[in-house]
């Protein structure tokens, strides 16, 4: 197996160093992607956590094959997914909508600081599906390549595009319909 560069320095060399690195360059945008997917501010601190330790677990495997970037932001993205269906799971007799849940969560977070403006955007991006609520998120706000998502995603960049497509249609018949 050749050797990964990992900011400046093959991972074998020192695990510990290449880690608190993506740490450090990472944490921040990687806490947003997750906070956009799972909605809630401890939800995606958890989930933070869970990326971390999946990456520091699987640190020694990453063989370079996609971009460092790409591959930090499958394993946040998988692991977002599946803690919102762990989530859907655990609330399914109390919530029937989870979506809806997530929107009254919004409502009530402490941490949640937008306006009236941003928060009619994020109820609108909750009626959307998984999916489509993700490829929305990474495009819209994180302003990824469909080629970046197509990797971090395992979807074709026409698919990507479509979604995307869809997704903006529908927020923007819902936040006509919510004046």
């Keep these: 197996m050749q050797e990964v560069q990992i900011l400046d320095k093959p991972i074998g060399q020192n695990k510990q160093e290449s880690f608190t690195k993506i740490v450090s360059e990472y944490k921040k945008r990687l806490y947003w992607h997750i906070r956009k997917i799972v909605i809630r501010h401890d939800d995606a601190d958890d989930v933070l956590q869970n990326t971390f330790i999946k990456i520091w677990q699987n640190l020694d495997t990453f063989e370079g094959k996609s971009s460092l970037f790409t591959w930090l932001y499958r394993i946040a993205t998988n692991e977002s997914i599946n803690f919102l269906n762990a989530q859907k799971r655990k609330t399914a007799e109390a919530y029937e909508n989870y979506e809806q849940f997530l929107s009254n969560t919004l409502q009530s977070d402490e941490f949640f600081t937008g306006d009236e403006i941003q928060f009619k955007l994020q109820q609108a991006i909750l009626t959307l599906p998984e999916k489509q609520r993700i ?37 923007e018949n819902f936040l006509t319909q919510n004046d």
Excluded at 145 to 170: P, Q
């Design 135 to 171: 490829v929305f998120n990474m495009k819209y706000f994180e302003e990824l390549k469909y080629e970046d998502m197509s990797e971090i995603l395992g979807t074709s960049v026409g698919a990507l595009k479509a979604s995307y497509h869809h997704a903006v249609k529908k927020i």
